[in-house]
T-cell receptor
Framework: DVKVTQSSRYLVKRTGEKVFLECVQDMDHENMFWYRQDPGLGLRLIYF???????EKGDIPEGYSVSREKKERFSLILESASTNQTSMYLC??????????????FGDGTRLSIL | GENVEQHPSTLSVQEGDSAVIKCTYSDSASNYFPWYKQELGKGPQLIIDIRSNVGEKKDQRIAVTLNKTAKHFSLHITETQPEDSAVYFCAASGTDSWGKLQFGAGTQVVVTP
């Protein structure tokens, strides 16, 4: 089974702090994604990466950056945390091999509170 | 870009009854439609998916139907059980690379005994 692990289940940070959210997958997947989940809004894509050191903006990239130095690890960075970034953050991965549009596999999320 | 609308936002059903969740999408080029179930405290888990060359797919008590002309797809759960209580998300993906998904807003399903 695919395992996507997010380093923290709960995180509390202060306004203005630099925040790192880490995600690791164990299936050698090429693609990795960061979403935020808010009630009534579903999952919204922040950034994704299709290869090491490659990244693309999603629908809501403002205030975020990402890093992918190794294939298995994808980090989300809040450069200067603000209260409107309080949310549930979900990481996912998928493979590019074979049939296009392979399923995405999700971690259990990090609930981030910015005070 | 793609826009996915999902209805209803909440659904309460008696155990044993059927549940239906409907989604519409805007981009006629979308060709992959997964459904995810999210239990409390967990990440979304894929329960079934369908591609645009298929009109219907079943897996035990779960089925998905796709109407490409009308640009809508639906999830059907038969003989609902309390463990079916969760939030369900539909999603759509087009032909661009990397399989980006556009998600619906989610449906909270509550199955009452």
């Amino acid at each position: 089974d695919v395992k996507v692990t997010q380093s923290s289940r709960y995180l509390v940070k202060r306004t203005g702090e630099k925040v790192f959210l880490e995600c690791v997958q164990d299936m050698d997947h090429e693609n990795m994604f960061w979403y935020r989940q808010d009630p009534g809004l579903g999952l919204r894509l922040i950034y994704f990466s299709y290869d090491v050191k490659m990244k693309e903006k999603g629908d809501i990239p403002e205030g975020y950056s990402v890093s992918r130095e190794k294939k298995e690890r994808f980090s989300l960075i809040l450069e200067s945390a603000s209260t409107n970034q309080t949310s549930m953050y979900l990481c996912a991965s998928s493979t590019s091999s074979g049939v296009i549009n392979q399923p995405q596999h999700f971690g259990d999320g990090t609930r981030l509170s910015i005070l | 870009g793609e826009n996915v609308e999902q209805h209803p936002s909440t659904l309460s059903v008696q155990e044993g009854d059927s549940a239906v969740i409907k989604c519409t999408y805007s981009d006629s080029a979308s060709n992959y439609f997964p459904w995810y179930k999210q239990e409390l405290g967990k990440g979304p888990q894929l329960i079934i998916d369908i591609r645009s060359n298929v009109g219907e797919k079943k897996d035990q008590r779960i089925a998905v139907t796709l109407n490409k002309t009308a640009k809508h797809f639906s999830l059907h759960i038969t003989e609902t059980q309390p463990e079916d209580s969760a939030v369900y998300f539909c999603a759509a993906s087009g032909t661009d690379s990397w399989g980006k998904l556009q998600f619906g807003a989610g449906t909270q399903v509550v199955v009452t005994p």
